[in-house]
């Protein structure tokens, strides 16, 4: 049974840092693409930032700069370090694998399947206040 589990939400102030951790069982974590999404309060979901299998990573324009995502397969887990937060970053983060890439980055852009995948975690709660 695919498993998605995440950890590390909470509240912080603006400007603050939290790091979200999602631990995976049940697939051949390593041969995943791994990201995260988050929503907002009455706004759609939307992807974040994402790495595939072989480490090539895509970041939402909005968290450039400030948020970073890694991957341990040894431990099964993938990582998104958030720094300077700002208010807009508050939001439900869910974790997401599948087997295939879902960014596609052009041009220094990148956009995010908005359709089905493989594997989702029951989400995080972020809360940043100013």
């Known amino acids: 049974q695919v498993q998605l589990v995440e950890s590390g939400g909470g509240s912080v102030q603006a400007g603050g840092s939290l790091r979200l951790s999602c631990v995976g069982s049940?697939?051949?974590?390593?041969?995943?693409?791994l990201g995260w999404y988050r929503q907002a309060a009455e706004k759609e979901r939307e992807g974040v930032a994402a790495?595939?299998?072989?480490?090539?990573?895509g970041y939402a324009d909005s968290v450039k700069g400030r948020f970073t995502i890694s991957r341990d397969n040894a431990k099964n887990t993938l990582y998104l370090q958030m720094d300077s937060l700002k208010q807009e970053d508050t939001a439900m983060y869910y974790c997401a694998a599948d087997p295939r890439s879902f960014t596609y980055c052009r041009g220094g852009h990148c956009a995010f399947a908005k359709g089905h995948l493989n594997a989702w975690g029951q989400g995080i709660l972020v809360t940043v206040s100013s």
């Open positions: 790495i595939d299998s072989d480490g090539n990573i």
């Open positions: 049940g697939f051949s974590f390593d041969a995943f693409a």
